[in-house]
């Protein structure tokens, strides 16, 4: 039988952002998920599936001086995560990543759940600002999806 949905949804995720060979962005360890969930309990969102996961999220409440540190290329994406203070009055997302197994995509899983996020975290945050580093067509298009249902501007930190 195929392999289960979570060793399939990590390879996904090395393969596509390839992050363990680029110190630039953030690499997601026990240690990143515990910063994360005390940074905000949305940060990290799945769907699964009888056999695990199918879809999975990341997304990063911070400042907007953080935020401009990053798309102007002064901090890199593992910078942004260091330098987000924890317990702060956050008014920035960064729309970080998002992965769908391929026999799951076009059905909007990504969109549900970032969007679940969003208006979680804004619960708690007066968020004003949405941005993001592009990886593929597919990110852009969740990014300006998200940015136009919020009504938030849309920043990008350029390749």
């Keep these: 039988m195929s392999k289960n949905n979570l060793e399939r949804m990590i390879k996904l995720a090395e393969e596509f952002f390839e992050a363990k060979s680029d110190p630039l962005q953030i690499t997601v360890t026990e240690e990143t998920m515990e910063r994360l969930r005390r940074i905000h309990p949305a940060t990290m969102t799945e769907k699964t599936?009888?056999?695990?996961?199918?879809?999975?999220?990341?997304?990063?409440?911070?400042?907007?001086?953080?935020?401009?540190?990053?798309?102007?290329?002064?901090?890199?994406?593992?910078?942004?995560?260091?330098?987000?203070?924890?317990?702060?009055n956050y008014d920035t997302i960064y729309l970080c990543s998002a992965l769908v197994l391929p026999e799951h995509r076009r059905k909007g899983l990504a969109r549900e759940l970032v969007s679940k996020a969003i208006s979680s975290i804004r619960k708690d945050h007066p968020i004003k600002y949405l941005f993001y580093w592009p990886f593929s067509n597919e990110g852009n298009g969740l990014a300006v999806a998200m940015a136009k249902k919020f009504k938030l501007p849309l920043y990008e930190r350029k390749s």
Aim: no cysteine.
């Design 49 to 88: 599936d009888e056999d695990g996961p199918i879809a999975w999220m990341l997304l990063i409440p911070t400042t907007h001086e953080v935020m401009q540190k990053f798309i102007s290329k002064k901090i890199n994406e593992q910078q942004l995560l260091d330098a987000t203070p924890l317990g702060a």
